[in-house]
């Protein structure tokens, strides 16, 4: 049977389930409710009873996988630096490629945003994007700008995400659409680009 053959080869279980369910995810497109504990256990071949010892219940075994997901999306996108691209064009592209996949996947973002919610930590998805946008700003900012712009984008990011449906309304801006969402994110990281000089620096 396959699933002593696991046991014999060395095979890390738990790292096989979480693999095996990231995959249904992936295949699902984001539709958690087709990704139910006996799809999982049947996809990595191991039994149920296995699956609740290691993760305890479906909902923090699908949070595991939500993580890794987000923290490949983040690495994926053009948050990285290249050579000849400026910060600013490099925030703009990683800023759009992070909204487009939180809207094109709804329920994958929900379960990020109230994973990290629930329980916060360092290598939550909020602060693995944080840290991925903290390292795009440029060198001309003061480290507690970039902190605060990295905060900001971010927030503006998830909130954005949150309000999709109904920005057109609060924001005269249509999140649904892409050319908006090309304006409204331009328009957002040429304002946190603004020079400090243009700013009251005073912290109280």
């Known amino acids: 049977m396959r699933r002593n053959s696991y046991q014999h080869a060395g095979v890390d279980v738990k ?16 539709n958690l409710d087709r990704v139910s504990i006996r799809t999982i256990a049947n996809q990595a071949d191991v039994s149920i009873g296995l699956i609740n010892y290691h993760f305890e219940s479906k909902k923090k075994l699908i949070e ?3 993580e890794r997901i987000i923290e490949q ?3 994926s996108f ?3 630096q ?20 939180l809207r094109e996947n709804p329920e994958i973002a929900k379960v990020s945003m109230l994973s990290d919610l629930s329980s916060p930590h360092a290598n939550a998805n909020s602060a693995t994007s944080y840290q991925a946008i903290l ?6 900012f003061s480290e507690e700008k970039k902190k605060v712009v990295a905060f900001m984008l971010l927030s ?20 649904c659409a892409d050319e908006d969402v090309h304006s409204f994110f331009n ?4 304002l946190l680009f603004t020079p400090e000089s243009t700013h009251d620096q005073t912290r109280r």
């Not at 400026?86 to 800023?95: A, N, V, Y």
């Not at 503006?156 to 999140?175: G, K």
């Open 64 to 66: 595991v996988c939500v």
């Open 78 to 80: 053009k948050f990285n």
């Open 82 to 101: 290249e050579i000849g691209d400026e910060p600013k064009d490099q925030l703009f592209s990683g800023t759009i490629s992070v909204f487009t996949f």
């Open 73 to 75: 999306v983040i690495h």
């Open 135 to 140: 390292n795009t700003l440029p060198d001309s």
């Open 187 to 190: 328009y957002v990281i040429d």
């Open 15 to 30: 790292e096989n389930i979480i693999e095996a369910t990231t995959e249904l995810i992936r295949k699902s497109n984001g």
């Open 156 to 175: 503006t990011i998830q909130s954005a995400f949150l309000i999709r449906t109904i920005a057109n309304d609060v924001l005269d801006f249509d999140l």
